[in-house]
């Protein structure tokens, strides 16, 4: 079984996280893109180290990808305007 982990105390605990042994993956960040990209690459047996917001473990170390912060653009009304 693989065990995928996000949230604040993996995010800044990864090496205690993943030196436990119940946690393969730490998703980092928002996981809007790179948890769904892990999974694929998992499922399709493809390579995941370059995928962002992951830390995992290679070669008995700790890997950690770069962080993307996504910004969703919203629409939102100009605020009004003050004389």
């Known amino acids: 079984m693989t065990t995928i982990w996000g949230g604040y105390f993996p995010s800044n ?3 205690s996280v ?14 809007d ?5 892990l999974l ?17 473990k290679e070669e008995g170390r700790s890997s950690k990808r770069p962080k993307t912060n996504y910004t969703i653009k919203m ?4 605020f009004p305007m003050k004389n």
Not at 75 to 78: E, F, G, I, K, T
């Open 13 to 15: 605990h990864p090496k």
């Open 18 to 31: 993943l030196t436990s042994g119940f946690v393969d993956f730490i998703i980092y960040g928002p996981g």
């Open 33 to 37: 893109k790179s948890f769904p990209a």
């Open 40 to 56: 694929d690459a998992l499922e399709e047996k493809r390579p995941y180290n370059s995928i962002n917001n992951l830390i995992f």
């Open 75 to 78: 629409r939102c009304r100009p």
